[in-house]
């Protein structure tokens, strides 16, 4: 099953093993099965590409028994110095290459990290049906695709795809207003969203549209007892599509937050009310 929350490993490269093992073992403490890596994670411009993966991979190797306790997802179509390449031969020798790095067979989910505008759909389509046909790969989704992209994709697909991840928080409504989160309800697409605190700067306000939406974040939190955080997370999932937060914490503390989350009590008027405070003028 997939929990209603993720939790991400964008910033995992440099957790050491023991810190590494910690969090992940905080995570399902606090509910947490769906695990979101890329084979990009710990690149810093120059070196680190795959160290995110590995790190993993050396964590399964100490114990084992974790890996059955997740569903794993990975992302790959990145690659310094070529921007993005979603060739199926790229697409084929980057899942294999993953799977060596995280010592692990198969994973439960592999996605498209960044659309190539270079790969036609078509060819997309068959790398990634080659992936579930050869047991590698469990369920195939993508990562900021636009809907245009989304649609041309699965149209040529004769496996579904199950997820998409585009970036959506209180400050980033790109898939409500681009009409994503409608073609996730339209097609039961799981829609994980990345960076739910917009950047941290819902933590960190620094300008009038971010203060106005901690603001309203804040009338829920306080209201639950929670941090402005779990508010933020709360919104999202509060919409019919479902949404899932991925959780890029590195803290243990703040991912035993996750479950708080859950007692957010979300009335039309004060999803509105964040909304509107987003929009920065009233709905019509």
């Known amino acids: 099953m ?16 023991a810190g590494g093992r910690a969090l992940i073992e905080a995570a399902l403490a606090a509910g947490v099965t769906l695990f979101d890596t890329a084979d990009i994670y710990g690149f810093d411009g120059s070196g680190g590409f795959g160290d ?5 991979g050396q964590i399964f190797a100490e114990a084992p028994g974790l890996r059955q306790q ?7 179509g990145i690659t310094p110095p070529i921007p993005y390449d979603s060739s199926p031969a790229y697409l084929a020798t980057a899942l294999d290459n993953s799977l060596k790095r995280l010592r692990t067979d198969s994973v439960d989910l592999y996605q498209i990290h960044r659309p190539d505008i270079l790969a036609h759909p078509q060819e997309v389509a068959r790398a990634l049906e080659d992936m579930v046909a050869s047991g590698k790969v469990r369920s195939v989704g993508v990562s ?6 989304h649609r041309a994709l699965a149209g040529l697909l004769t496996i579904p795809l199950v997820s998409t991840q585009p970036e959506f928080s209180a400050l980033e ?21 990345w960076s739910p605190l917009g950047g941290g700067r819902i933590g960190d306000p620094l300008d009038d549209r971010s203060r106005a939406v901690a603001a309203a974040l804040d009338v829920v939190a306080a209201a639950a007892g929670v941090s402005r955080a779990a508010a933020a997370y ?4 509060a919409h019919p599509a479902r949404a899932i937060p991925i959780v890029g914490t590195q803290n243990a503390a703040r991912i035993a937050e996750i479950p708080d989350a859950f007692k957010c009590c979300w009335t039309r008027q004060l999803w509105y009310d964040v909304l509107v405070a987003a929009r920065g003028e009233k709905l019509p």
């Open 173 to 193: 409504l790109g898939p409500i207003e681009s009409g994503l989160l409608d073609l996730a309800m339209e097609t039961d697409l799981a829609v994980l969203a």
């Open 52 to 56: 995110a993966e590995s790190l993993l």
């Open 234 to 237: 709360g919104w999202i999932m």
């Open 70 to 76: 997740m569903v794993l997802a990975t992302k790959g």
């Open 2 to 17: 997939v929990s209603p929350i993720a939790w991400g490993m964008w910033r995992f490269s440099h957790a050491g093993i």
């Open 144 to 149: 900021n695709y636009t809907l245009a992209q």
